[in-house]
């Protein structure tokens, strides 16, 4: 079937554009909002005023990440009520309520206290400076447990029933606490952290190989590592619990990452597949690589765990583009190694002072490697939730409301039009992202920002003058 006349493909292919395209955008917003705090946290005890100074250049990016992330999250809004108008109808009243929680208590919240953040430093307290850097972070995590939430939903739905077509909910704290929300809403929060470290160590790893402002970046990638070394581990823990879940809540999509047909018979263990390529027609994979038992250990701890095989599920029931969904799994996995494996490399660096100012730029592989990590967070969250849509597939609501039931009855040409449209903004928008980045980025820091504001508690009084200057 072609897909540029099949309106259903079209819908689908619409949303998964828009929203891999605006996504980017909030992981960095979370992430960095939580750098900031960090750095504002950290120049308030120390007096140190390179992190104030840090503080005030990367708060440049963060405020223009956040408008990008504004213009792209608003038409996903709206597909809602345009390309899924008969989901909306089942699910509007907990999915809508859940996107209104959203939109008043976290955008508001985050968007609020902005102004302050930015605008604020010699106009408010250093006290209520923190604490509306803090409102921005807290803001956009919240963002994250609520649109995590309501997706988590619609892959484990809880707390009410179908009733004649219509979802009715009986228990909202069951709803919104449905099984998959603890791995979702924790999963995609430290990815956010995650993918925000790595930009911010490999954009400093970035100056001081060009021996700009080596001493000031040295500063931030000690602390992005740090943080890192922390993080990285505990992102691959969530992963192995997420699978853990996937495997008792959705096993036809566990079963699709992994390329696992046939259900192990009681006493022998799974073989996990190194490599392999998927055949839905056939249903079995045209060739694998098996490791014995191993899937068996990942996903129940045991070497003889059953773990249900594809063959199981009525072909109609079982996800599509298998290939797709195996490679995305393989490569998310294989990048959240490769960040722990980074962390370790340039912690086994760092020993006896190897990251001290003097000595940073000796290690120019190690910071190389840096610097080519910074877009591979973001291909780790495209591809997990490629995982996590694809594999929800055919089910818009899991085992509730098929993908096909929930999609508006329009015709291809207008859902292509409005897909074209909105690629070639979103990709307009990130052009001009890139270009406002690089000038940020080649400009650099103000490390004549001085005098940085007192850190003591100050009188309300008119910015003019030089003041005025260094207040903008």
């Not at 592989?365 to 840096?370: A, D, F, K």
Request: proline share 6%.
């Amino acid at each position: 079937m072609d897909v540029f006349s099949d309106p259903l493909m079209l819908a689908r292919l619409q949303f998964a554009v828009t929203t891999m395209l605006h996504i980017v955008w909030p992981v960095f917003t979370i992430g960095l909002s939580l750098f900031l705090v960090l750095l504002e946290a950290l120049w308030l005890k120390t007096g140190d005023v390179d992190y104030y100074r840090h503080a005030r250049f990367w708060s440049k990016l963060f405020l223009l990440n956040f408008g990008i992330g504004v213009v792209t999250g608003l038409p996903l809004e709206f597909e809602f009520g345009t390309n899924w108008a008969p989901f909306s109808l089942a699910a509007g009243d907990f999915f809508g309520n859940i996107l209104g929680f959203e939109g008043a208590m976290a955008f508001m919240l985050e968007a609020g206290f902005l102004g302050i953040m930015m605008f604020g430093w010699r106009r408010v307290a250093p006290a209520i400076h923190l604490f509306a850097t803090c409102m921005v972070a807290l803001g956009a995590s919240m963002s994250a447990f609520w649109i995590m939430s309501a997706n988590a939903w619609m892959q484990t739905p809880a707390g009410g029933v179908m009733v004649d077509g219509k979802f009715q909910v009986h228990s909202y704290a069951a709803a919104i606490f449905n099984p998959n929300m603890p791995w979702a809403v924790a999963h995609m929060w430290f990815a956010c952290i995650e993918t925000t470290l790595f930009v911010i160590g490999g954009i400093s790893a970035w100056y001081v190989l060009r021996d700009t402002h080596v001493r000031f970046f040295a500063k931030t990638f000690r602390l992005a590592f740090v943080v890192a070394l922390v993080v990285a581990p505990l992102q691959i823990l969530l992963g192995d619990g997420s699978g853990v879940s996937v495997a008792e809540h959705q096993p036809a999509k566990l079963a699709a990452i992994e390329g696992h047909w046939q259900t192990n018979a009681p006493g022998q263990g799974a073989p996990w597949s190194l490599l392999a390529w998927p055949d839905k027609q056939a249903q079995d994979n045209a060739w694998s690589i098996e490791i014995p038992n191993l899937l068996s250990l990942i996903t129940t701890h045991s070497l003889h765990g059953q773990v249900k095989g594809l063959r199981e599920f009525p072909v109609q029931d079982q996800p599509p583009a298998l290939p797709l969904l195996y490679y995305s799994f393989r490569l998310m996995v294989l990048l959240g190694f490769f960040f722990f494996a980074l962390v370790l490399w340039t912690l086994w660096c760092g020993r006896g002072g190897g990251l001290g100012d003097a000595r940073i730029a000796r290690h120019r592989r190690l910071l190389r490697t840096w610097v080519m990590a910074i877009p591979l967070g973001y291909v780790a969250v495209e591809t997990g939730w490629i995982v996590r849509e694809v594999g929800r597939q055919p089910w818009i609501i899991y085992g509730l409301l098929r993908t096909e039931h929930g999609a508006s009855p329009l015709p291809a040409a207008a859902i292509g039009t409005s897909l074209t449209a909105f690629t070639l903004i979103y990709l307009l928008l990130a052009v001009a992202f890139v270009i406002f980045a690089r000038r940020i980025l080649f400009k650099g820091p103000d490390l004549q920002l001085t005098p940085a504001p007192s850190r003591q508690p100050v009188t309300m009084e008119p910015v003019d003058g030089d003041d005025r200057r260094h207040a903008e």
